[in-house]
């Protein structure tokens, strides 16, 4: 019996395609990569992996030959608008936000142009690689701004004439530096997501892949949690609990020779900072250790 094999898309190059791997391979994927370095093979987990173009990740998803994509939200929701005008069904769901591919989908004009706001583009023209999400955050202004399509170098655009602003991811910001460009409106927070397909996936495939999905939710939490250790007054227990957010309660184990003091464990699920741990000593807290979670399953 042929083996079921599930099918994940990712980006073949580009900001996204380190952090899935690496996402991935925490979750105890082990893959070894077919020739053509497009494919690449689980050895251990019925999954293989597709390198691609962003931009087609949806629409593998959408036509069932992937069954999971790793894809920024900015791609997820131009093709999203796009696959609804065409039909009425919901053509994927999103399964998860990620913690890496942080990005933001922004109006952005010429710093010598008298544009100040998008209010100013009325009558004018704006390139964008993301049509629909920019046609419908202008709809809902209620302005009259022209939409022009341009894929790749989309910062170009004004100083070839072709559009009076643009509307452009932006990261760092050094794009659009480069550009002599001034970063307006911000029309999308975008980071990377996991997209899936609506179809029925048999049983054992769904198990995978709740499995997967399970571990990345695991492998996310973890990158924030610490598990910390203290010494810290009996009385004070309380307020160092309130000084820790997220954290469960501590597991407290007495120390030789005081009734005063405690040693204090315990899991805290967001990064801790140096303010906090500042404001633990204020408290009485002493030999304050903080370490990294390795692998957590709630
Ligand atoms: C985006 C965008 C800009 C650049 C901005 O392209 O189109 O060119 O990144 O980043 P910065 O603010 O850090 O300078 P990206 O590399 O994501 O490629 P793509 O849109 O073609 O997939
Ligand atoms: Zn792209």
């Known amino acids: 019996m ?10 073949k ?13 925490k979750c105890g994927l082990v893959i070894t990569k077919g020739k053509d370095k497009l494919i690449a093979y689980g050895e251990n987990m019925p999954f293989d992996l597709l390198f691609v173009r962003d931009d087609d990740i949806p629409s593998l998803i959408n036509d ?11 791609v997820a929701m131009e093709k999203n608008i796009h696959f609804k005008s065409l039909s009425d069904n919901k053509p994927f769901s999103i399964e998860a936000t990620l913690d890496f591919g942080q ?9 010598e142009a008298d544009i100040q706001s998008i209010s100013d583009l009325e009558g004018k023209t704006v390139a964008t690689s993301y049509p629909r999400i920019v046609s419908d955050y202008i709809d809902q202004q209620n302005l009259n701004i022209n939409v022009t399509e341009f894929t790749g170098a989309v910062e170009l655009a004004p100083s ?3 559009s009076d602003a643009i509307c452009d991811l932006i990261s760092s910001g050094s794009t659009l530096r480069a550009h002599n460009l001034i970063e307006g409106e911000v029309v999308l927070e975008s980071s990377a997501v996991i ?6 996936l048999s049983e054992s495939k769904q198990q995978w892949v709740d499995k997967l999905l399970e571990r990345i939710d695991g492998v996310l939490q973890v990158r924030e949690s610490k598990y910390i250790m203290m010494h810290a ?14 954290s469960e309660s501590p597991t407290i184990i007495s120390l030789e020779g005081t009734d005063k003091m405690v040693a204090l464990h315990m ?3 967001e990064d801790v900072f140096w303010e906090t741990l500042e404001g633990l000593k204020s408290e009485g807290a002493s030999s304050i250790l903080v370490v990294p979670v390795e692998k957590m399953l709630a």
């Open 195 to 200: 997209i899936s397909a609506n179809n029925q």
């Open 267 to 269: 899991v805290c699920l």
């Open 13 to 25: 190059s580009g900001r996204l395609t380190d952090h899935t791997l690496e996402l991935l391979q």
């Open 233 to 246: 007054p009996r009385d004070a227990i309380d307020k160092i609990t309130a000084l820790l957010p997220g």
């Open 64 to 74: 069932g030959l992937c069954h999971l994509g790793f894809v920024g939200l900015n």
């Open 2 to 11: 042929k083996e079921e094999r599930i099918k994940i898309a990712l980006q």
């Open 103 to 111: 990005c933001r989908l922004s109006f952005a004009y010429p710093d």
């Open 160 to 162: 070839l004439g072709k």
